[in-house]
Nanobody, 125 residues
């Protein structure tokens, strides 16, 4: 089973950048392991959880997907050696304030069934 731990959240002013990290443990991902999809979601207070970005571990750039609402500002990437998925967030806005969650699922299912504990991002104007 995979465990996910996020970090990198904080309080920033509008226009700043943050990079969130999600470390996967409990399973060894090889460089070309295509059996898992890892992604980022966020949930603002009083709102539904929103998909942000995802990639297939071991896949190329074509396996990455970023929500249209943030694709001009956010990017997803991974570090194989560190078993870490990153969410680079640039030009942050007040509406980006939310709890950001890392999530994963095996390719055997479409359900995001592995979740981290979340990390708070607060953008002040």
């Amino acid at each position: 089973q995979v465990q996910l731990v996020e970090s990198g959240g904080g309080v920033v002013t509008a226009g700043a950048s943050l990079r969130l990290s999600c470390v996967a443990s409990g399973r060894t991902f090889s460089n070309y392991d295509l059996n898992y999809v890892l992604g980022w979601f966020r949930q603002a207070s009083g709102k539904e959880r929103e998909f942000i970005a995802a990639l297939r571990w071991g896949g190329g750039a074509g396996s990455r997907k970023v929500a249209d609402s943030v694709k001009d500002r956010f990017t997803i990437s991974r570090d194989n050696a560190k078993k870490t998925v990153y969410l680079q967030m640039n030009s942050l806005k007040g509406e980006d304030t939310a709890v950001y969650y890392c999530a994963a699922h095996s390719i055997a299912t479409t359900e995001w069934n592995i979740w981290g504990q979340g990390t708070q991002v607060t953008v002040s104007s």
